[in-house]
């Protein structure tokens, strides 16, 4: 029988890794990613995690530690966030091009300077472009769920690349709520086979060379990087429809089904709608119910998938409405807006008509994002359907 | 749905607290979401903490601006930091104090309030004045929304820092008891 459990977003991501079975797990604690660093070195303390520890003197050695455990055949986990993710950045880097299903969970804060050490999305969001698959979680449970099924994603022949499964600072990693945790059995079932390095591995029984010199403008060398990017750019876009077919068995065979790419709210009848991400999405939801109520026709696209970029899901989303407004939790600095904007906006270059979009920041280092800021979002891009433009982006807590 | 706001002080285990609460009222049946309030959280400086009960599953995740309840753990911290803003006007204040209702300067329209002299209870139980576990008790005791059983099954499953669960049985037995429910 599954067990019902009472617990935060860090301690759920533990039991995620309990239930996904690691052998190797390695830790630094950076807030607010701490205390699942600490629940998950309990686990292994008190057995209910049977993998080796690495207790580390920081990230850049704590991912370091895990591809050379993955190269080796382990199934591995860690998790950080804010600083300690720019410490990590070099072999962060250096994992997806190496195709190494590693899952690590981001814990995500905002970033310094100011110094800050609250949740916001802006470590994740900074690291969008280095390969890693991104998936956002919106509950507690979400997060339990998605730690145990980013392994299904990471380890599938067509994919092999790592994933970070984020869950946001301070309203997830400290928010408690009831949680079903899934039966051992019942997720050995699901996992199956482990296969995490049959492509490439530190094995003295068959030598290789791992990571040759490679590029440069004579022999061979373009095309061979060529064929690294493309097949690395190819595993990303086949990891789409993995990620949907191991939500759907996760689906199936526990009972809780996620969007596992975009999840359409209230999108029928909808004039408009509001795009999120994260734990930002209950309150945005309840906020849509209310307006509805009202007689407003809005709807809700959240995104889950962050990457790859889940392009056709958000084109069958946004084709559904004449306006959107975007909320989002970090900041691009080069666009003056918040990224999952721009990326809506790409997404809206392939809709045969064009409509407005206006982009919203808010819960920057920790501040809440309160049904009274979505009820704004609402009524700001509502207005857009009368041919209104507000000055961009507008900062939902500027006034708090 | 029904919105509780806990304040305390850093090490006084508010936070603990709407955990434990998280627990029991699980353990009661009911959906429940519970944050801490984030901000400059030390020893001894003002900290609260939020949770939000309903029959129905519960989707936000915010702070709580206009609670129906406020519990005060520490009778020192109305006078640093206005425990009662954006309070139902109607709603149950859980206090500890040792001071009798007509000597505090409470808002007017409480639909209840809980009067509960646990400092002097946690001395004599822990020797340190950490207040959680019997300001539950009191809750229990002024609200009726959670069971004594309920909240020892809550406490069950957490890691207490300072005392051992016995005596936070202990503790919570006589919040109950020694409440003055007005």
Same mark, same amino acid.
């Given at each position: 029988?599954?067990?019902?459990?009472?617990?935060?977003?860090? %301690?759920?991501?533990?039991?995620?890794?309990?239930?996904?079975?690691?052998?190797?797990?390695?830790?630094?604690?950076?807030?607010?990613?701490?205390?699942?660093?600490?629940?998950?070195?309990?686990?292994?303390?008190?057995?209910?995690?049977?993998?080796?520890?690495?207790?580390?003197?920081?990230?850049?050695?704590?991912?370091?530690?895990?591809?050379?455990?993955?190269?080796?055949?382990?199934?591995?986990?860690?998790?950080?966030?804010?600083?300690?993710?720019?410490?990590?950045?070099?072999?962060?880097?250096?994992?997806?091009?190496?195709?190494?299903?590693?899952?690590?969970?981001?814990?995500?804060?905002?970033?310094?300077?100011?110094?800050?050490?609250?949740?916001?999305?802006?470590?994740?969001?900074?690291?969008?472009?280095?390969?890693?698959?991104?998936?956002?979680?919106?509950?507690?449970? %979400?997060?339990?769920?998605?730690?145990?099924?980013?392994?299904?994603?990471?380890?599938?022949?067509?994919?092999? $690349?790592?994933?970070?499964?984020?869950?946001?600072?301070?309203? $997830?990693?400290?928010?408690?709520?009831?949680?079903?945790?899934?039966?051992?059995?019942?997720? @050995?079932?699901?996992?199956?086979?482990?296969?995490?390095?049959?492509?490439?591995?530190? @094995?003295?029984?068959?030598?290789?060379?791992?990571?040759?010199?490679?590029?440069? &403008?004579?022999?061979?060398?373009?095309?061979?990087?060529?064929?690294?990017?493309?097949?690395?750019?190819?595993?990303?876009?086949?990891?789409?429809?993995?990620?949907?077919?191991?939500?759907?068995?996760?689906?199936?065979?526990?009972?809780?089904?996620?969007?596992? $790419?975009?999840?359409?709210?209230?999108?029928?009848?909808?004039?408009?709608?509001?795009?999120?991400?994260?734990?930002?999405?209950?309150?945005?939801?309840?906020?849509? @119910?209310?307006?509805?109520?009202?007689?407003?026709?809005?709807?809700?696209?959240?995104?889950?998938?962050?990457? *790859?970029?889940?392009?056709? &899901?958000?084109?069958?989303?946004?084709?559904?409405?004449? &306006?959107?407004?975007?909320?989002?939790?970090?900041?691009?600095?080069?666009?003056?807006?918040?990224?999952?904007?721009?990326?809506?906006?790409? &997404?809206?270059?392939?809709?045969?008509?064009?409509?407005?979009?206006?982009?919203?920041?808010?819960? $920057?280092?920790?501040?809440?994002?309160?049904?009274?800021?979505?009820?704004?979002?609402?009524?700001?891009?509502?207005?857009?359907?009368?041919?209104?433009? *507000?000055?961009?982006?507008?900062?939902?807590?500027?006034?708090? | 749905?029904?919105?509780?706001?806990?304040? #305390?002080?850093?090490?006084?285990?508010?936070?603990?607290?709407?955990?434990?609460?998280? +627990? =029991? !009222?699980?353990?009661?049946?009911?959906?429940?979401?519970?944050?801490? =309030?984030?901000?400059?959280?030390?020893? #001894?400086?003002?900290?609260?903490?939020?949770?939000?009960?309903?029959?129905?599953?519960?989707?936000?995740?915010?702070?709580?601006?206009?609670?129906?309840?406020?519990?005060?753990?520490?009778?020192?911290?109305?006078?640093?930091?206005?425990?009662?803003?954006?309070?139902?006007?109607?709603?149950?204040?859980?206090?500890?104090?040792? +001071?009798?209702?007509?000597?505090?300067? !409470?808002? +007017?329209?409480?639909?209840?309030?809980?009067?509960?002299?646990?400092?002097?209870?946690?001395?004599?139980?822990?020797?340190?004045?950490?207040?959680?576990?019997?300001?539950?008790?009191?809750?229990?005791?002024?609200?009726?929304?959670?069971?004594?059983?309920?909240?020892?099954?809550?406490?069950?499953?957490?890691?207490?820092?300072?005392?051992? !669960?016995?005596?936070?049985?202990?503790?919570?037995?006589?919040?109950?008891?020694?409440?003055?429910?007005?």
């Amino acid at each position: 029988m599954p067990k019902t459990i009472v617990c935060d977003g860090n %301690e759920a991501a533990a039991w995620g890794v309990s239930r996904a079975k690691p052998d190797m797990v390695a830790v630094y604690p950076i807030t607010p990613q701490s205390s699942l660093a600490e629940y998950v070195s309990q686990f292994v303390a008190d057995g209910i995690i049977d993998a080796d520890l690495m207790d580390v003197e920081g990230e850049h050695s704590v991912l370091s530690v895990l591809q050379g455990a993955c190269l080796a055949g382990a199934r591995t986990f860690t998790a950080t966030c804010g600083q300690g993710l720019a410490f990590m950045f070099e072999p962060y880097f250096r994992t997806p091009p190496l195709r190494l299903p590693i899952v690590m969970s981001i814990v995500t804060r905002d970033g310094i300077t100011p110094q800050c050490v609250w949740g916001g999305q802006q470590d994740a969001m900074t690291v969008r472009e280095v390969g890693w698959i991104q998936m956002y979680c919106e509950t507690v449970q %979400e997060v339990l769920d998605t730690v145990i099924l980013a392994y299904r994603v990471a380890e599938h022949r067509d994919v092999m $690349l790592p994933v970070n499964v984020c869950h946001d600072g301070n309203y $997830l990693s400290y928010g408690v709520e009831k949680v079903e945790l899934p039966d051992q059995e019942d997720v @050995d079932r699901f996992m199956g086979e482990k296969n995490t390095n049959w492509h490439v591995a530190l @094995d003295p029984e068959r030598p290789m060379g791992v990571d040759p010199l490679t590029g440069g &403008a004579t022999g061979n060398g373009p095309a061979l990087f060529v064929r690294y990017r493309k097949g690395s750019c190819k595993a990303m876009q086949n990891a789409l429809q993995v990620i949907c077919d191991v939500h759907r068995e996760w689906g199936e065979q526990f009972g809780r089904h996620y969007a596992p $790419l975009v999840e359409e709210y209230r999108l029928d009848g909808a004039d408009f709608a509001l795009v999120t991400i994260g734990s930002m999405t209950g309150a945005a939801k309840d906020a849509v @119910d209310a307006a509805r109520e009202q007689g407003v026709k809005v709807g809700l696209i959240k995104i889950k998938t962050f990457r *790859p970029f889940p392009l056709e &899901a958000m084109i069958q989303a946004l084709s559904k409405v004449k &306006a959107v407004g975007v909320v989002d939790r970090s900041v691009s600095f080069g666009w003056n807006s918040g990224p999952v904007y721009q990326e809506t906006l790409s &997404a809206l270059y392939h809709l045969k008509e064009r409509i407005p979009a206006v982009s919203f920041i808010g819960g $920057l280092a920790g501040a809440d994002i309160t049904e009274t800021h979505l009820q704004r979002v609402i009524d700001v891009t509502a207005s857009l359907l009368q041919g209104h433009m *507000p000055a961009q982006p507008i900062w939902l807590n500027e006034n708090d | 749905m029904y919105e509780i706001r806990f304040h #305390g002080r850093g090490g006084q285990g508010a936070v603990l607290a709407s955990k434990i609460l998280a +627990k =029991a !009222l699980v353990e009661e049946g009911k959906h429940v979401k519970a944050i801490p =309030a984030f901000g400059f959280e030390r020893r #001894g400086a003002p900290v609260a903490a939020f949770l939000r009960y309903d029959d129905q599953p519960i989707r936000k995740v915010t702070n709580i601006y206009n609670p129906d309840c406020i519990i005060c753990l520490d009778p020192t911290l109305p006078n640093s930091v206005d425990i009662y803003q954006g309070m139902n006007p109607n709603g149950v204040l859980v206090m500890a104090t040792k +001071k009798d209702k007509k000597a505090l300067n !409470l808002p +007017k329209g409480l639909s209840k309030i809980g009067l509960c002299d646990a400092f002097g209870i946690a001395l004599s139980i822990f020797g340190r004045p950490i207040t959680n576990s019997i300001m539950l008790g009191s809750l229990a005791r002024t609200t009726g929304m959670v069971s004594l059983e309920a909240l020892n099954k809550g406490m069950e499953s957490v890691a207490f820092r300072d005392a051992a !669960l016995d005596k936070n049985v202990e503790a919570v037995r006589r919040g109950y008891e020694e409440t003055r429910v007005y």
